[in-house]
């Protein structure tokens, strides 16, 4: 039969095709399996990939202004307005420039590296401005199991902010600098930079191959308090695994 033995040449192609190509899979070097090439820089915000609650547990609704080039987030007495402005599983590098417009006696702003999955939060936080003091925390399943002071900060200064995210490194960093003043006066210590970082021996669960989560969040029991941000740039790390 013509046909039947004509299906059957093909099919014996077709697997040694298979066959060939799932060689070549094989002796591909692994190191090239996940070789990243997500270079592609962006810049400025994109509402539709924000997550925000403008409630986030308080008692009243704060506001979150998205613009693709800036965010203001401004929380009232009672209200605790969050926003995560990205989720990867991938390294990544983050800057934006980040200012304290104003705020109440009894608040705080945090800027969170987060697992969602893994319920670790490594927090920068911006305690009550009479005192103008940042911090270090770690939070694991809502108990903080480290703290540490890093400096001071001012309501009025532009700061840029820079996270990068090293997961083939195993380090997290944060560096906070000082660059300009909101109201063009000049301001002490504008030139100071704060710089933290964190390992996987630290907080393994903030290393593994699971979305992490940039976030920030206010929260006030005295009065408004208000951020905003701007210059907005994310960046790909190209894998080194």
């Known amino acids: 039969m013509p046909l039947l033995s004509l299906l059957r040449r093909v099919r014996s192609i077709a697997l040694a095709a298979i066959a060939v190509l799932g060689l070549g899979l094989v002796l591909i070097p692994p190191a090239l399996w996940h070789h990243s090439t997500n270079t592609a820089t962006y810049e400025g915000f994109d509402p539709n990939l924000i997550h925000t609650d403008a409630r986030g547990g308080g008692s009243n609704a704060g506001v979150i202004e998205i613009s693709r080039a800036s965010i203001l987030m401004t929380a009232p007495s009672g209200s605790r307005p969050t926003m995560d402005l990205l989720s990867s599983d991938l390294d990544f590098n983050v800057t934006a420039e980040f200012t304290v417009v104003e705020q109440a006696t009894d608040s705080t702003i945090t800027v969170m590296i987060w697992s969602p999955r893994e319920n670790t939060v490594y927090s920068l936080v911006f305690g ?12 694991q399943n809502g108990a ?7 400096g001071t900060y001012s309501s009025g200064v532009t700061y840029r902010l820079r996270i990068s995210m090293a997961r083939s490194a195993k380090t997290l960093a944060v560096t906070l600098t000082a660059v300009a003043s909101r109201t063009g006066t000049s ?3 504008l030139s100071q930079s704060i710089h933290t970082s964190l390992t996987a021996d630290a907080a393994p669960e903030l290393f593994y191959h699971l ?9 006030s029991t005295g009065g408004p308090t208000s951020i905003t941000l701007e210059d907005y740039r994310l960046e790909p790390r190209p894998s080194q695994s």
């Open 187 to 189: 301001q002490n210590g």
């Open 144 to 150: 903080i199991v480290a703290s540490q002071p890093l």
């Open 128 to 139: 009550q401005p009479r005192a103008g003091q940042i911090s270090s925390t770690l939070t």
């Open 211 to 219: 979305p992490v989560a940039v976030g920030v969040e206010e929260t």
